[in-house]
């Protein structure tokens, strides 16, 4: 069993920057990749940015590319994501998964571990 916790959302303005964090604790936070995903008011849970565990490579749809950056620090099996240049449309709850299996990781299916979610809201 894994427990993740992602903290760091809030309120900004748009152009800001925020960071979110998820820790991780009781099994290995290892696994084929961790992943955020965001979903917003009656849309649907949208990849944002996926990290490979081993590896490192990154994966960003076109949507984030350039502004998000996914980290990780194995040491404190803890992942980021930093968010720069936000948008209003960024607005949504963020959630940071763990994925088995291997696969494209762009789908919320994929993953077998999810946090709480934290609360992410950009002013225009």
């Known amino acids: 069993q894994v427990q993740l916790v992602e903290s760091g959302g809030g309120l900004v303005q748009a152009g800001g920057s925020l960071r979110l964090s998820c820790a991780a604790s009781?099994?290995?936070?290892?696994?084929?990749?961790v992943s955020w995903f965001r979903q917003a008011p009656g849309k649907e849970r949208e990849f944002v940015a996926g990290i490979s565990w081993f590896g490192g490579s990154t994966d960003y749809p076109d949507s984030v590319k350039g502004r998000f950056t996914i980290s990780r620090d194995n040491a404190r099996s803890t992942v980021y994501l930093q968010m720069n240049s936000l948008k209003p449309e960024d607005t949504a709850v963020y959630y940071c998964s763990i994925r088995y299996t291997s696969g494209s990781g762009r789908n919320a299916h994929e993953y077998t571990y999810w946090g709480q979610g934290t609360q992410v809201t950009v002013s225009s």
């Open positions: 009781g099994r290995t936070f290892g696994g084929y990749g």
